[in-house]
């Protein structure tokens, strides 16, 4: 045999080994055809303690029931007085069309309790992803409602992971037919463990080291937490040992845990997140060299954030409602620039958290463009947060729209924030400064904003210092600056913005204090004929060096302007008269008049 022949038959065996790798990377299964069944339903039952038999006017039963999983809430172990666990039972025997026996029997006597019965899939899909091999397993997910339950809520105690289903691979895409039709349900009942913590179970679990390290992905489906109500009025954490409520540590639909490497991309593509106790997306691990897309999402009725991935992300037209925030993300050690982009979070207690910013590490950009915020404690806290672009967005209603305060993580300060041309209406400030010491803010620039309804542009009592404001517009009952309070630097205003002048007025004082505290444009009133006004210089750290001061006057008395309160022995700088205006100037530690007011009379 030739050698050419031979190079043929090598090239033809290698490309049919191609096509056999192909065909294995590539693989199609569809989750009904291995046994599982989108068969979940919500019933209310009755039960007497102590008795195996259960009855229900709104289920039909039958024989191809036998087998499944009852989750029945409130039946199971009592903690003390009226209060019990859930209870997690295996249907035994059909007794009629609308009675079955459980086992083990309820604890508890209820009448029309709420109640959930199905196939348990989780063993389903846990075997479906054990055997998944390749780069591309696609896991079709048919119509359905597929209940999932943790296999340690049947061994009497929870296991490492508390997990329905553990992923330690990519290379997988679980597939359903849209996020109204296929609904993969949690384990929305509680149990104690045997270290006496109330816990229901993640949904799935990420545990490392991952092998195979291509994509995970999520698409076209719900994850439900279970529960009838998410978000509840207690927020406390861990959930409560007496009765369940609060936050959930052990409820998320997908985690992350234990040593990496973990996936390094995970994608969520028009996926919906309900009704859960804990964090919906979060990590565990210290390992955060990823990175997470969510695409086309809505997270709704939960109970503590919708993400906490310590990862780069992209989060891109989502829609968060009836949330206690919609993310809280540690900047610390990502790799990649991130964005939050396009999405709407409305009916929440905060919005966005972003902190963990850390001295040996350079956080990578943060930007957050082209939202709807609209909660009631605050839009994005800083705490503290480096290199972030807060532009074009929409804040409605917050306490604050942007700024620092309590929950301070990680090492370095607040620095390089850039807020730009974003709508601030009826929020309390669009920046307030609350904290100090390691949560200071420094290197910050707001222009092209718009502030109306109420607040302020800037306010707070924390540390800042290099705070420049341009270009800014407060309208509509909204006013400019106020960091009369503020333990750093001043914030700058450079005359370009537009808001009403500060007023200082004689009423009450022959003697007024005119502070640039509260920004470049200061109105005075004399309404005594023993009025002066005097410039503080008292505080010189505090005023930016580049500092200006429009001062117009009003009212039927002149007064002399007096351009210190440290040197009160000088003469005054001018004798402003009404309809006066004086321009003032910060210029090497002192106030000085502008040369366009040397025309004034003295």
């Not at 609904?183 to 104690?192: P, S």
């Not at 955060?288 to 939960?302: A, P, Q, R, W």
């Not at 209406?425 to 222009?447: C, F, H, K, M, Y």
């Not at 542009?457 to 400019?480: H, Q």
């Amino acid at each position: 045999m030739s050698s050419h022949t031979n190079n043929i038959i090598r090239e033809v065996l290698v490309c049919l080994l191609c096509l056999g790798c192909f065909i294995i990377h590539a693989e199609t299964i569809s989750i009904t055809d291995k046994g599982a069944r989108g068969d979940a339903v919500r019933v209310s039952v009755n039960t007497d303690i102590h008795s195996n038999l259960i009855v229900s006017r709104t289920a039909i039963f039958s024989n191809a029931d036998m087998g499944k999983v009852i989750e029945i809430f409130g039946a199971g172990e009592s903690t003390t007085g009226i209060n019990h666990q859930d209870l997690i039972a295996t249907i035994v025997k059909v007794v009629s069309r609308n009675s079955v026996c459980v086992r083990p029997a309820p604890e508890a006597s209820l009448v029309n309790a709420e109640a959930r019965y199905g196939t348990d899939n989780a063993p389903i899909f846990q075997a479906v992803i054990d055997a998944a091999i390749g780069t591309n397993t696609v896991i079709r997910i048919p119509m359905g409602n597929y209940l999932l339950i943790p296999q340690s809520h049947f061994l009497h105690g929870p296991t490492k992971t508390f997990a329905s289903v553990v992923i330690s691979k990519g290379g997988l895409l679980f597939k359903g037919d849209g996020m109204s039709r296929t609904i993969l349900t949690a384990c929305g009942a509680w149990q104690l463990g045997n270290d006496n913590k109330a816990y229901r179970g993640f949904l799935f679990v990420c545990r490392g080291p991952v092998s195979n390290d291509y994509p995970l992905v999520f698409e076209n489906l719900t994850m439900d937490g279970g529960v009838d109500r998410g978000n509840t009025e207690n927020h406390n954490f861990p959930a409560s040992p007496i009765d369940g409520s609060g936050w959930d540590l052990f409820h998320s639909a997908v985690v992350d845990m234990e040593s990496g490497p973990l996936h390094s991309m995970k994608k969520f593509l028009s996926c919906e997140f309900v009704h859960w106790r804990g964090e919906i997306l979060k990590s565990t691990s210290s390992w955060t060299n990823g990175f997470i897309d969510v695409t086309d999402c809505n997270f709704h009725d939960g109970n503590a954030s919708a993400f906490n991935f310590s990862f780069a992300h992209h989060i891109d037209h989502c829609v968060f409602s009836n949330l206690k925030m919609a993310m809280e993300f540690y900047e610390g050690r990502t790799t990649a620039p991130s964005r939050f982009e396009n999405c709407k979070v409305c009916d929440v207690s905060a919005d966005l958290a972003i902190v963990g910013a850390l001295t040996n590490h350079l956080s990578p950009s943060y930007t957050i463009r082209n939202n709807l915020f609209q909660s009631g404690a605050f839009g994005i806290l800083l705490g503290p947060a480096e290199n972030v672009t807060i532009a074009k967005n929409k804040f409605i209603g917050q306490g604050f729209a942007i700024g620092t305060g309590p929950g301070y993580q990680g090492t370095a300060c607040n620095r390089n924030i850039t807020i730009d041309r974003n709508t601030f209406s009826n929020v309390g400030d669009a920046l307030l400064v609350q904290a100090g010491g390691p949560d200071r803010i420094e290197n910050v620039t707001l222009s092209g904003n718009l502030i109306e309804g109420r607040g302020h542009l800037g306010c707070g009592w924390g540390w800042s210092t290099n705070v420049v404001f341009s270009n800014n517009i407060a309208t509509n009952g909204a006013g400019g600056l106020d960091g009369s309070r503020l333990t750093g630097e001043w914030f700058l205003d450079d005359l370009s913005d537009h808001f009403p002048p500060h007023p200082t007025g004689s009423s009450d004082h022959d003697t007024n204090i005119v502070s640039y505290a509260f920004g470049a444009r200061q109105q005075t009133r004399a309404t005594r004929d023993h009025s002066v006004f005097l410039i503080d210089d008292s505080q010189p750290d505090k005023i930016p060096p580049q500092a200006k001061m429009i001062i117009a006057h009003e009212g039927p008395v002149s007064a002399p302007l007096f351009l210190s309160t440290s040197r009160s022995n000088q003469a005054p700088a001018i004798v402003m008269k009404a309809g006066s205006m004086v321009n003032c100037a910060w210029t090497n530690g002192s106030w000085k008049v502008s040369s366009e007011n040397e025309s004034i009379i003295k």
